[in-house]
């Protein structure tokens, strides 16, 4: 008995607390349950709409700003002939119309309202050649599937740039570590379809050299990692690998692979080519330099006591 009155006097504390901190609606909230997520066809059909809503923002961007006064009969296609147009006399040359965002801002009564931004490329009255990117925002309605201008585009500015989340590869890796040596075996069998790339790869891993090959020669020219001692004694590790690539002796632009990598039987081995790299968590602001952990740089001999990295023989076929 006094241990069931111990529980019904916590029972009665808790909910007094949630009564003083946020009223009546808190206790009910505490015992009500969470209102369900979107459902598939909800996501489905907006998803669709969104598209409707780019694509017709999208060519209403371009022909309207590539119309002349001579047009003027292709602007109601899109919004409403009540609106004050003013046209040049000649055209401008404009293409490469891309939508930058979009996003859903009011929907009542069966009808969405949509911001989009669209961004074009506008030739210059210097050259053909001579052409920039600018920015334009349209907002659009869309009822029983058929979407309308509420107005004329305006010119915007372009979205600002975005921070630099620091990576989760602290540690600069010499060539000679067990890391780098698979990493760059890896990558030159999968970029040149030089070597037998499933001596790199766990079997599980499903990666295959990509064909036709895309490069004749890879030259790894960076590895970072999240381990320290950059494979000599750990089971795992996440990996960024950059490389410079060639086609026909021919300099390509650099490339960078992020990899997922584990040790079995003391062999390192791919597992994962990632689709993005890893992340310092929480996330932060900022690219810290990766420290030396076998190394005083990413190109000097081994100072920490590193194994040899033993690499599966080649398969025969």
Request: aromatic content about 6%.
């Amino acid at each position: 008995m006094a241990a069931r009155r111990r529980r019904d006097n916590i029972v009665v504390a808790i909910l007094a607390l949630f009564a003083v901190l946020g009223g009546g609606h808190a206790v009910l909230d505490a015992f009500s349950t969470p209102p369900p997520g979107p459902s598939e066809s909800s996501t489905i059909s907006l998803i669709g709409r969104s598209q409707l809503v780019e694509s017709f923002a999208r060519e209403f961007v371009a022909i309207y700003l590539s119309s002349t006064s001579a047009q003027q009969d292709r602007i109601p296609e899109f919004v409403s002939g009540a609106q004050q147009v003013v046209l040049p006399t000649v055209a401008r040359q404009v293409s490469d119309p891309v939508v930058v965002y979009a996003s859903r801002a009011l929907r009542d009564a069966g009808t969405d309202v949509w911001s989009v931004t669209v961004s074009v490329r506008i030739a210059k009255r210097t050259g053909p050649n001579d052409d920039t990117r600018q920015f334009y925002r349209v907002g659009v309605s869309v009822n029983d599937g058929r979407p309308r201008a509420l107005s004329l585009p305006a010119a915007v500015e372009p979205p600002g740039r975005g921070i630099d989340l620091a990576l989760g590869y602290p540690t600069a890796c010499a060539p000679d570590t067990p890391l780098a040596q698979v990493a760059s075996g890896f990558l030159q069998a999968l970029l040149t379809g030089s070597g037998d790339i499933a001596r790199y790869t766990t079997p599980d891993s499903g990666i295959a050299a990509l064909r036709p090959a895309l490069f004749t020669t890879v030259e790894t020219t960076a590895v970072t990692a999240n381990d320290a001692a950059c494979g000599a004694s750990a089971t795992n590790a996440e990996v960024l690998a950059s490389v410079n690539p060639k086609l026909d002796g021919a300099t390509t632009p650099t490339l960078a692979y992020p990899l997922t990598m584990v040790r079995a039987a003391g062999q390192w081995q791919v597992r994962a080519v990632d689709s993005v790299p890893a992340l310092g968590l929480p996330l932060n602001a900022g690219v810290p330099q990766p420290t030396n952990g076998a190394t005083a740089t990413p190109t000097s001999p081994s100072r920490l006591p590193v194994s040899t990295v033993q690499i599966p023989p080649a398969t025969q076929k």
